[in-house]
């Protein structure tokens, strides 16, 4: 299997950002079992969620999210590069508070 890069921009202090990505990590985490291992800014990840396996690294910048995972495949590539687009997203989103992102992980 080959790799799959992703980048999700954000507008928060890489602090918060961190923050809200350890809310997500905790949720999947919990979920479905994902695995993760913090260093400094980064992690990895290990794991699987909806049924697709999970073998991810990234680091939080100032600017975005950047990571490199396993790639699922032709006919899944879409849909996982949409969720994590869709979760990281949702979590880096600076109309909410981080009480507020913890309550929309679903």
């Known amino acids: 299997m080959g790799t799959m890069k992703f980048e999700v921009s954000h ?37 699987k969620v909806m049924g697709i396996n999970l073998d ?21 590539r879409g849909q996982a590069k949409s969720y994590l687009q869709k979760k990281f997203g949702a979590v880096l989103d600076p109309s909410k508070s981080l009480a507020d992102v913890k309550g929309t992980m679903d």
């Open 56 to 76: 991810a690294s990234f680091v939080i910048t100032d600017k975005a999210i950047q990571g490199e995972g396993t790639d699922p495949g032709m006919l899944l």
């Open 11 to 47: 507008t928060l202090p890489k602090d918060e950002a961190k923050k809200r990505v350890e809310q997500l990590l905790q949720y999947w985490g919990t979920k479905y079992g994902v695995k993760s291992d913090w260093s400094g800014d980064g992690a990895k990840l290990n794991g």
